[in-house]
């Protein structure tokens, strides 16, 4: 079992930056990417971006591109989303995942079913 802690939200301006962590615990050893999520209200789950471990790439919704960056620490098993430029419509509740599987590579990590654990989620609010 793989846990996941999110942190690093908030309330913020349009404009406005924030970093996300999420930090894995347990069995992080099979690791093969990460990703992060986000929900709005009364929306559906929105990929945001997803990092592979071993390699490092990366992948963007078109929406953040340029604006948000995902990263990582091996040594700290943690995983980061800059985000700059925050914009109202960022508002919402982002999670982490993490895969151990390759069933995601080929879809760039950006499908759901290519993750097995995720987080409880940490609340973006970005007011105009």
């Known amino acids: 079992q793989v846990q996941l802690v999110e942190s690093g939200g908030g309330v913020v301006q349009a404009g406005d930056s924030l970093r996300l962590s999420c930090k894995a615990s347990?069995?992080?050893?099979?690791?093969?990417?990460m990703g992060w999520y986000r929900q709005a209200p009364g929306k559906d789950y929105e990929f945001v971006a997803s990092?592979?471990?071993?390699?490092?790439?990366?992948y963007y919704a078109d929406s953040v591109k340029g604006r948000f960056t995902i990263s990582k620490n091996n040594a700290e098993n943690t995983m980061y989303l800059q985000m700059i430029g925050l914009k109202p419509e960022d508002t919402a509740i982002y999670y982490c995942a993490a895969a151990d599987m390759d069933y995601g590579r080929q879809y760039q990590y950006r499908v759901q079913p290519g993750y097995r654990y995720w987080g409880r989620g940490t609340q973006v609010t970005v007011s105009s």
């Open positions: 990092i592979v471990w071993n390699v490092g790439s990366t």
């Open positions: 347990g069995r992080t050893f099979n690791t093969t990417a």
